[in-house]
């Protein structure tokens, strides 16, 4: 079994913005830590997405969403109070508004 080092918050915080600086926040989203917690929250919040559960509606969750962007928060990265399951459609609006996935021209 391999083993993985744990990093206190603050080496953590230190790592992301060195990320961010780089522009390589991919290397986050494909950490081992990152993938256990987003599998950890899925499981908590039933893999249902929390704005249409909200409505009533139940949307299987396909993303895990940081409500404060890691860009702007990168110390609530791995935090999971910061941390809300969405279907895709969910998540695109959130971070698109209303505007459609494809801007296919009219003919």
């Known amino acids: 079994m391999r083993s993985y080092r744990t990093y206190t918050p603050d080496e953590l915080t230190i790592w992301i913005r060195d990320l961010i600086t780089r522009d390589d926040l991919h290397a986050f989203y494909i950490c081992h830590a990152w993938l256990h917690l987003r599998g950890e929250v899925l499981r908590e919040q039933h893999y249902e ?12 969750a396909t993303t895990v969403h940081h ?3 890691v860009r702007e928060a990168p110390w609530l990265a791995l935090t999971k109070s910061n941390l809300l399951c969405l279907c895709d459609e969910c998540h695109y609006e959130i971070h698109h508004g209303h505007k459609p996935k494809w801007d296919d021209e009219q003919w």
């Open 67 to 69: 409500t404060r962007p």
């Open 49 to 60: 997405c929390q704005i249409c559960k909200a409505k009533g509606l139940y949307v299987p």
